[in-house]
């Protein structure tokens, strides 16, 4: 359905989450686009309704509700186009309902091609199940039990540049031929296989594969060892994800209908605002929504978008394999108390399966974020690992696996030239005290240097990604005035020493008035500054110490203002932890203090 | 949204029970509509096609992908024998013979002119899926499998481990809120016991020792589960652990006890047969541990479980500080209010025995 931009004065968007469908409705007002109200009910795609549409119009009801304005006819059927004062100009949606879009991918080489399918698909909004290689440890017999096992909505198939391997190509089609992997949803049409490799084996994937797959040529993801190619395979997996998998998940054909453009998976609607945010600012933005099962990470560093999905990370669902990967001890130095080990895994598991609870005490609400900051942070982990620049130093070609294994790829992801940091999901956008947001991410991510910091208001990123297909004006002007929640502006220089001795002074200028902060080891100190507000500051780190000019050498800028203020950080880069988990204990206890976050 | 609570798990003496029975891929059905089964009775069954081998023919032989094809003895379907012959060339006038052979018993899948290589699927592997509970086959899905429905009593768990498995069922209370090994009857041997407080980590061990097969209790410390389990369980997708007993908890993790109700019923079920699976998966299309006994039937009032909150309702609250305490709602509280965190939600006031406190909604579990 085309529409004309200009008279898109009304607009509707739904989010259909895993078990939450949020709508939101965005109304041109005398200011410019603003949000109009929120509204929510649980997502349908299971029985007894089986029916997506259900849980939007439940969602859209809530909104009606709220906003006085009515956007369902007497049949409940959605008014668009508008009809007066009622209905919508449009109607947009993105989905990660049933688990989003599942996906394996393969390769010859695991950090080449295998990395280069991985990356298309992830940047498409899928969850990457797994990325099965030749050089990978497991035996064909495991590669192939676990595709069988998987059962993913579709296959990414990588490898050999163009002109290249052929063998290995057949190699992995013999893989997949021998799984004959059943696709996730609806049974009875062939899974999707989408062909990337190299374009001069096609005759063998169609040798090996047809009739047992569906199979789609496109161009090489990584045509040549220096280059990366990856916008028609994400083209692909876009056009796949609404042919098959859309089509097969319940009341999707109907919602189809009536949205007035593509339905997105949702991180690929987010995506779409952290870059427009990234252009528009010229800036380097890191942003991550953690939920109740993944973990997403996006950034923008020198232009290059890149996006990860933690599948088990989470705050709910995969609350516990947080735990099982961190280690317990490593979630318990994060408290600003002592607690019991065997309590804090069974508060952990209670939350696991009773996902839906809230804290209700101070101690419990710390403990989740305290296990909010591991999610995060093996979040930030993954990511920086697929986040790579693919030209550097690739030593030899793909056919022969054993000489390219020496790969030494760049990581893109330099925090000290991280300008943004955006956070997003139920336990940055909900705390309590947009401070502890803060504190979180300046906690997980270890921030350097400069960063200033933001949340999401209500989680709404993903319907202003989607509607920025069609107005994308309205989408940004929405995103500043309404989502993005200024937390303020951290300063962490990095470098070590010994606690108490000087790590930087800062000179901050603001309003006509001039202050000057000795900040030391171990100390953090939040000055308040407005939401909003500028101010000029002047940093001179001591000798060990670089906030982002080199050891020792001040730094001026302009920093901005939020509900935090501004953190000065002299904690130390990396952040000192003891063994003794009571030392541990009293620096969380002194930093909550420092942020005048309460404990009782 | 309007209901910002946890519904309740089903725990009821007599209900509708439907199981669908489905094949991992498709196959062949073997029961009729109308039919009624047996726990251990075959409904689908399915040959899964074997792991494929592949044989690197050319190079053996030592000749081209492209020539392979005229020193091959079988055609592609043709079934072979482990170190059957699959081709053969002979060179050196004669004097030097190459042979390939079949590393598994199967048949011959493809002969790739690009790669010389042969492929051999293997033997398939029968899959057999059975009914799991006794009732009545009331859907066929052609190819896939069955739906059964029974009547009969139905408990929930909120969490277990192990799989699928059927026995008689012991109710055991004596009077203490934790059962620890020594505490064991004996001859507990194929039997399922329900223990209505926390089951200590040594009865895990212990059941492995004397044959049981099932237990069911209200909670457990998770250090002694893992503990035993011997690994952390992290994405929460249970059922296939390796172990030889199904254990499902019916409130969660720690020291915690069953609520009347469910203690009620279980001691009812004493004797009965009962079918148990630990099978746990708490995401979108979650699946809950349960324990049922197809056929029971009570002349006690039948409890629904209701949808609604409202005063007078019976409520378990389900997080620290009152997790496990069990009141009635005393007030709605309509205008979301700030809780000892500084979140604002909407909450309600419950009373547990002659006290009246505030909790959030979102922290309840309905019991009646």
């Not at chain 1, 920093?559 to 953190?567: K, S, T």
């Not at chain 2, 249970?238 to 279980?266: K, N, Q, S």
Request: one cysteine or more; a negative charge.
């Amino acid at each position: 359905m085309t529409k004309d931009t200009e008279k898109l004065d009304v607009m509707l968007a739904t989010d259909c989450g895993s078990t939450t469908t949020k709508a939101i409705l965005v109304v041109k007002t005398e200011e410019g686009y603003r949000l109009a109200g929120r509204g929510e009910a649980p997502t349908t795609v299971e029985a007894p309704f089986d029916d997506v549409t259900v849980g939007v119009k439940n969602a859209v009801e809530e909104l009606e509700d709220i906003t006085g304005r009515r956007l369902l006819d007497e049949n409940r059927n959605l008014i668009c186009p508008r009809k007066g004062e009622d209905g919508v100009d449009a109607y947009f949606s993105t989905s990660s309902a049933g688990g989003g879009l599942q996906m394996a991918c393969t390769g010859i080489v695991g950090n080449i091609s295998g990395a280069s399918a991985e990356r298309a698909a992830l940047g498409a909004g899928a969850i990457v199940i797994d990325t099965i290689s030749l050089d990978d440890p497991r035996e064909n017999y495991e590669r192939i039990e676990r595709l069988r096992h998987i059962r993913p909505d579709m296959i990414l198939m990588a490898g050999g540049t163009n002109g290249g391997s052929r063998r290995h190509v057949e190699m992995i089609s013999e893989i997949i031929r021998a799984a004959k992997p059943q696709p996730r949803f609806g049974q009875g049409f062939n899974l999707p296989v989408i062909f990337s490799g190299n374009v001069e084996a096609r005759d063998v994937v169609e040798d090996m594969l047809g009739g047992v797959c569906s199979i789609r040529h496109v161009n090489n993801v990584r045509p040549d060892l220096n280059r990366e190619d990856v916008a028609e395979a994400r083209q692909a997996i876009h056009d796949l994800f609404l042919e098959h998998v859309m089509q097969q998940a319940p009341g999707y054909p109907k919602l189809m209908e009536i949205t007035s453009a593509d339905i997105m998976p949702t991180p690929t609607a987010v995506g779409i605002i952290i870059q427009e945010v990234a252009k528009e600012r010229n800036q380097n933005v890191l942003a991550v929504d953690i939920g109740g099962a993944t973990t997403d990470v996006f950034s923008v560093f020198g232009g290059h978008f890149h996006r990860t999905v933690s599948a088990n990370y989470g705050m709910s669902y995969s609350l516990c394999n947080v735990m099982a990967e961190s280690g317990v001890d490593n979630i318990l130095r994060w408290l600003p108390f002592k607690f019991d080990v065997k309590v804090l895994r069974d508060i952990l598991r209670n939350k696991m399966i009773r996902p839906t609870t809230i804290p209700e005490t101070k101690e419990e609400l710390y403990i989740e974020q305290a296990a909010a900051r591991e999610a995060l942070r093996l979040s930030l982990i993954h990511h920086r690992s697929l986040a790579v620049d693919v030209a550097a130093n690739v030593k030899d070609a793909d056919s022969d696996i054993g000489s390219a294994l020496d790969n030494d790829q760049k990581v893109l992801v330099d925090l000290m030239k991280l300008d943004l940091c955006i956070g997003s999901g139920g336990v940055l956008s909900h705390a309590p005290d947009r401070t502890q947001s803060a504190l979180m991410m300046l906690d997980a991510f270890q921030l350097e240097g400069v960063t200033q910091l933001a949340v999401d208001s209500i989680f709404m990123m993903p319907q202003l990604g989607v509607m920025s297909q069609l107005n994308a004006a309205a989408a940004k002007e929405v995103f500043a005035k309404d989502c993005m929640i200024l937390l303020g502006t951290a300063i962490a220089p990095v470098g070590t020493a010994k606690e108490g001795s000087r790590v930087m002074d800062v000179l901050i200028k603001s309003e006509g008035l001039e202050e000057k902060i000795t900040v030391k080891s171990g100390e953090l100190i939040r000055v308040p500054l407005a939401t909003g507000k500028k101010a000029r500051v002047q940093i001179f780190p001591s000798r060990r110490f670089n906030v982002g000019a080199g050891n020792g050498k001040p730094l001026e800028k302009e920093v901005i203002g939020g509900c935090a203020g501004l953190i000065l950080d002299g904690r130390c880069r990396p952040l000192v932890f003891d063994s003794d988990q009571n030392l541990n204990a009293e620096r969380r206890l002194r930093d909550y203090k420092a942020l005048s976050l309460p404990l009782e | 949204m309007g209901n910002a609570f946890t519904p309740g798990l089903t725990i009821s003496p007599h209900v509708k029970i439907r199981k669908t029975r489905r094949l991992p891929v498709k196959g062949e059905v073997v029961v009729r509509a109308g039919e009624h089964v047996t726990p251990d009775q075959v409904v689908a069954k399915v040959d899964l096609p074997g792991t494929l081998a592949v044989v690197k023919a050319a190079n053996i032989l030592g000749c081209g992908p492209d020539q392979l094809e005229k020193f091959v003895l079988k055609k592609a379907g043709d079934p072979v024998k482990k170190e059957e012959l699959l081709a053969s060339r002979t060179v050196f006038f004669n004097l030097i013979t190459n042979n390939v052979t079949s590393p598994i018993d199967g048949s011959l899948e493809y002969i790739s002119k690009l790669s010389g290589n042969i492929g051999v699927r293997g033997m398939p592997k029968p899959i057999f899926c059975h009914a799991y509970i006794s009732g009545e086959v009331v859907e066929i899905m052609e190819e896939e499998g069955v739906v059964i429905e029974t009547y009969g009593a139905l408990v929930q768990g909120i969490f277990g481990v192990g799989g699928e498995r059927h026995g008689k069922l012991l109710w055991f209370d004596n009077g203490r809120s934790v059962l620890t090994a020594d505490m064991l009857p004996e001859d507990l041997e194929g039997k399922i016991i329900m223990f209505p407080g926390k089951i200590d980590g040594s009865v895990l061990y212990a059941a492995e020792k004397k044959g049981l097969l099932g237990i069911v209790g209200a909670g457990i410390v998770d250090s002694e589960l893992m503990g035993f389990l011997g690994y952390d369980i992290g994405v929460a997708v249970t059922g296939e652990e390796d172990i030889p007993f199904t254990l499902v908890l019916t409130e969660g993790f720690g020291d915690l006890v069953m609520p009347e109700r469910t203690a009620h019923l279980m001691r009812a079920l004493d004797g009965h047969v009962a079918a148990i699976n630990g099978a746990t998966q708490i995401r979108a299309g979650v699946i809950r541990p349960e324990l049922i006994v197809p056929g029971y039937e009570t002349k006690e009032d039948l409890h629904v479980n209701s949808s609604e909150l409202k005063p007078g309702v019976r409520i378990r609250l389900i997080r620290r500080p009152h997790f496990g305490e069990i009141g009635t709602v005393h007030e709605l509280i309509e205008k979301p209010v700030e809780i000892a965190t500084g979140s604002k939600v909407r909450v309600l006031s419950v009373k547990i025995g002659d006290k009246i406190i505030t909790v959030p909604r979102a922290n309840v579990e309905i019991l009646d």
